[in-house]
């Protein structure tokens, strides 16, 4: 897969392929070209959301979307549920048009605020959701049953989803997505509203899918999560694909080198390298140092607001 | 209330279908050119080709693909939202509040409270249903998409086949529901608010209370003209804002024959010649509606007098109307329409009854029958014809009389240059041009049988069912008997009464025109939803029901030649003050008001075939009037839901399939 290689941002005709047919059951999701542009009724252009992303998101791994908010990676999401049309370019899923409904049947996406019917319980929203995938009955009750134990709602799963706090319906929402058993989850803001111990227990699920062989894409505001997640991420700033590649990789800073140590006093930190063995001390690591996700993707995002236009080169080449 | 006759349904059906076809086909056309040039401005003339192809080839799949279940699902949501948001208890609420105030204001003292009280029940059902499902389903899916919960469920196989049938599915359910409680709630408060008895007036509730009558005048007690048998009268108490007059009538039938009914016989007795007197206690029907008397204990002055509940109120009545009308003139030819006598003309022919000049007027009416056959009448032995005539006069005639009309049955030969003719005698009668007229006629009536060429074979009395209406059919031919008079009929104003249907199942099939009515709402309401916010689908829906409920009116405006021109011209003549007979000077200006005019009249003209109609589906006039509604109309009517229902859920589908939900 092509990691960091970005194709000219011109604007190719739309192709009217349904399914691919060299598809590779490797690649779960793939975009070429996407674009889109929001328009006025009168058909104005309004917005540039997207401008010719290429993407591969490969199978069984945790793919992080990262942008400030206006950056086109909600866009995105929904261009690969079949939510938008794209303006131009093609988002496949599965090797089938993101506009073709069966694929939905190996999808399951948490959206970014859980959009919900609130007016009905967990067990009848579970039962709603299981229905539309034409489960039978007895294996719709069974999967709601241990869904709804797995996001631990048991004591409140008659209870309509209006008198939910943020965090349960977003334990509900996340249930929903799962609800088929899905090949390919979508993610959308998914520790959003929810507390340390959720987001903690969030994340851990995340991981879990991905030991279950699942694909996860997901995008988030909360770096941290990302960073602990995530396989590989691709950010995305004005519609722009600015970086894209394996987390560990893109938060190594080749130029300089890590220490770690134990049982130095303070007062040797000036002599390190060449005082460490003298003091009789054992060097614990030595390696390059990691910046924080966090600060990489300031990083960008100031980089990207000077020039405007130009790839990142904070991290190139460190695939 | 004048009944429409109704194709039979299976010589219908074959004609509604050719005109769904053609609409379907024009509809299709305009759909796939229109999208077409969307398509073309977004994606470019050839892409958009490409574009309404891949849309119109994707619907297969998705057809093939369409899952009862999630239809069920999502009718199920559908049917939850609509009761957890409230609209319909909110609905059921304001049905009872009206049910509860309502009898307070309904006069059951007036000449026909069963209509007063349908009127009411159906006009609040109606009324309440419609609206009902026009809050539930232009709020449903734009709120949907507003809030974004579509996009939980659009991420799912759903197809948008089943968004939008399960909808429909799911409203028309919660519809029917509401219907159906609504229908036995009013039911049950007609019933309650018709039904009652009374008591009579006097010391004690037995024959003593009734008192002698004027053998000459005619006259009761309380001054009321009596019938000719009455020997007795009486009257009851003011109940249900009216009182009944009570008469003992005699009664003198045949030996051996029972006497009409057993229960108010006072006594009986036999006459030197064999026959039987019968001394029997009626109640004088008033408002529609009258009551059976029981005479409790032997005849005689002490006998107890009870009467029963009100009957009558609920009828269904199934008419059978003439197949054809023809109207003879004065000199026996056959003309195309009866006589014009001026504003009524366009629903009633009129017959002459002869003039001074000219005494022996063949003028008359000749109404066909056919299927009449003793199966359709409960009572065999006794067939009764009900008559609304119109009565025209030139002179004021005999004060105290009415205007004489004659009936004469005769039998229509399958072959007549080969079978005989049975001809009855006229049944002279008085007519009443103010009120149905029931004639109870036996079946034997004496008569004359004829040969093909007109020369009498033989006269004696003749059986209607074995004789005259023996291959089913027969002519009824109406007179006017009295000179310078003319008596009106429409095919519509003599029917024979055949046994009525079950009341209950004509009130189902009254609230049956509801709910289609309901059902294309619904329907309607979904589709607009697809692609117009709340509000807009509301508006387009109210623009569809005035359309829907004027058909007639629209239709007439588009296919009358009017006088003055259409509304460009109408409004031309307006502001140069020309009125509507000058004709314009000839030039291209008039040229360009009248093709406008053409273009606009036509375009109302589709509209009218487009939009439902609503008349046809209300069932109303039959409730209040008490016939029966014909289950062909009522076949009719569901063919006429379904195809709106089939046609709405195509043009739904291809809405929210070709819109980008997340916009």
């Known amino acids: ?319 | 209330m004048v009944v429409e006759q109704f194709l039979n349904f299976g010589e219908w059906l074959p004609s509604a279908i050719f005109t769904f076809f053609l609409l379907t086909c024009a509809l299709v056309v305009l759909g796939t050119f229109f999208g077409y040039l969307v398509a073309a401005f977004r994606h470019g003339p050839v892409e958009g080709f490409y574009v309404v192809a891949q849309t119109i080839g994707g619907a297969v799949p998705d057809v093939l693909g369409t899952s009862p279940r999630r239809i069920y699902a999502i009718a199920k949501l559908a049917a939850i939202e609509a009761i957890r948001r409230k609209v319909v208890i909110v609905t059921f609420i304001l049905f009872g509040l009206a049910l509860l105030l309502g009898g307070w204001f309904l006069n059951a003292g007036s000449d026909h409270p069963d209509r007063i009280y349908l009127n009411f029940v159906l006009w609040g059902t109606q009324l309440l249903a419609l609206l009902t499902a026009l809050l539930m389903t232009s709020f449903s899916l734009p709120d949907d998409i507003k809030n974004k919960t579509i996009y939980t469920v659009v991420t799912k196989p759903v197809r948008a086949t089943e968004i939008v049938l399960g909808r429909i599915v799911g409203f028309a359910a919660v519809g029917t529901v509401l219907l159906a409680v609504m229908g036995l709630l009013s039911y049950l408060f007609v019933w309650r608010g018709l039904s009652h008895t009374h008591r009579v007036v006097g010391e004690t509730q037995t024959l003593a209370s009734l008192s002698d009558i004027d053998p000459t005048l005619r006259l009761n007690r309380y001054g009321q003209r009596v019938s000719d048998s009455a020997i007795k009268s009486g009257e009851t108490t003011f109940d249900s804002g009216h009182r009944h007059m009570l008469e003992l009538i005699e009664d003198i039938r045949e030996k051996d024959s029972p006497p009409l009914d057993a229960r108010n016989v006072v006594s009986k007795t036999e006459l030197p010649d064999g026959r039987i007197r019968y001394e029997r206690l009626i109640v004088e029907p008033f408002g529609g509606h009258s009551h059976s008397a029981t005479i409790i204990g032997s005849g005689g002055p002490n006998a107890e007098i009870q009467i029963e509940r009100a009957e009558g109120y609920f009828r269904a009545r199934v008419p059978i109307y003439a197949s054809s009308l023809q109207f003879y003139d004065a000199a026996g030819e056959l003309k195309s329409e009866g006589i014009n006598i001026g504003k009524e003309f366009a629903h009633r022919g009129y017959i002459d009854g002869g003039t001074s000049m000219n005494r022996n007027s063949l003028s008359k009416a000749e109404f066909v029958y056919e299927n009449i056959g003793p199966q359709r009448f409960l009572d065999q032995d006794l067939l009764v014809l009900e008559l609304d005539l119109g009565v025209f006069r030139t002179t004021k005639g005999e004060i105290e009389k009415r205007v004489l009309g004659s009936l004469q049955f005769e039998s229509v030969p399958d072959n007549p240059e080969i079978d005989p003719i049975f001809r009855s005698e006229r049944i002279v009668f008085e007519t009443d041009e103010y009120n149905v007229q029931i004639l109870p006629l036996k079946r034997k009536r004496p008569g004359e049988k004829l040969r093909p060429d007109g020369s009498v074979l033989e006269q004696r009395e003749f059986d209607f069912f074995e004789d005259l209406a023996k291959n089913g059919k027969v002519k009824l031919i109406l007179r006017c008997e009295d000179q310078n008079q003319y008596l009106g009929v429409a095919r519509e104003n003599i029917y024979f009464r055949a046994t009525d249907s079950l009341y209950w199942w004509n009130f189902i099939k009254g609230y049956l025109g509801i709910w289609s009515q309901m059902l294309v709402m619904i329907s309607l309401g979904v589709a607009l939803s697809t692609f117009l916010s709340a509000p807009v689908t509301m508006i387009g829906i109210m623009v569809m029901l005035v359309l829907g409920f004027n058909t007639k009116f629209i239709k007439g405006l588009v296919s009358k030649d009017n006088v003055g021109g259409g509304p460009i011209e109408s409004f031309y003549r307006i502001i140069t003050q020309k009125n509507m007979e000058v004709e314009l000077e000839p030039g291209l200006a008039t040229m360009v008001l009248e093709q406008t005019d053409y273009f606009l009249v036509s375009m109302l003209g589709s509209l009218t075939n487009i939009a439902p109609n609503f008349s046809q589906l209300n069932f109303s006039d039959f409730l209040l009037y008490g016939y029966s509604v014909d289950v062909h109309r009522l076949a009719a009517a569901l063919a006429v839901v379904a195809a709106f229902c089939i046609g709405l859920t195509v043009f739904g589908y291809f809405c929210f399939k070709t819109r980008e939900i997340a916009k």
């Open chain 1, 1 to 319: 897969m092509s990691t960091s290689e970005v194709k000219p941002t011109k604007e190719a005709p739309r192709k009217l392929v349904q399914t691919n047919p060299d598809y590779d059951p490797n690649i779960v999701v793939e975009t070429q070209n996407l674009s889109k542009i929001y328009r006025d009724f009168w058909g104005r252009q309004k917005v540039r959301a997207l401008k010719a992303l290429d993407l591969e998101v490969r199978k069984g791994e945790i793919f992080g979307l990262l942008g400030p908010n206006g950056s086109g990676k909600s866009t995105t999401i929904k261009l690969l549920l079949g939510l938008l049309f794209p303006t131009s370019g093609r988002a496949l899923v599965f090797g089938k048009d993101a506009t073709e409904v069966t694929k939905n049947e190996r999808i399951g996406y948490l959206p970014e605020e859980s959009y919900l019917y609130r007016y009905l319980t967990a067990e009848e929203t579970l039962d709603f959701y299981g229905r539309l995938f034409n489960m039978p009955t007895k294996v719709r009750q069974e999967r709601a049953k241990e869904l709804i134990d797995r996001v631990g709602l048991t004591w409140a799963k008659r209870r309509q989803l209006r008198e939910y706090s943020k965090g349960m319906v977003r334990r509900i929402g996340l249930a929903q997505a799962l609800i088929n058993d899905p090949e390919l989850v979508l993610l959308d803001e998914p520790t959003s509203g929810l507390d340390p111990m959720g987001t903690r227990e969030m994340k851990d699920l995340i991981i879990d899918l991905k030991r279950q062989g699942k694909t996860v894409i997901m995008c988030s505001h909360l770096l941290a999560d990302v960073q602990d997640v995530c396989d590989r991420i691709a950010i995305l700033y004005q519609g722009e694909l600015k970086e894209l590649g394996r987390v560990d990789s893109l938060l190594k800073v080749s130029e300089e080198t890590q220490v770690r140590f134990t049982g130095v006093p303070q007062s040797a930190y000036d002599e390190i390298r060449t005082v460490i063995e003298k003091h009789g001390g054992s060097v614990k690591s030595l390696e390059n140092p990691k910046t924080t996700l966090e600060e990489l993707f300031l990083n960008i995002v100031r980089e990207s607001q000077e020039r405007p236009g130009h790839r990142s080169a904070g991290a190139r080449g460190k695939d």
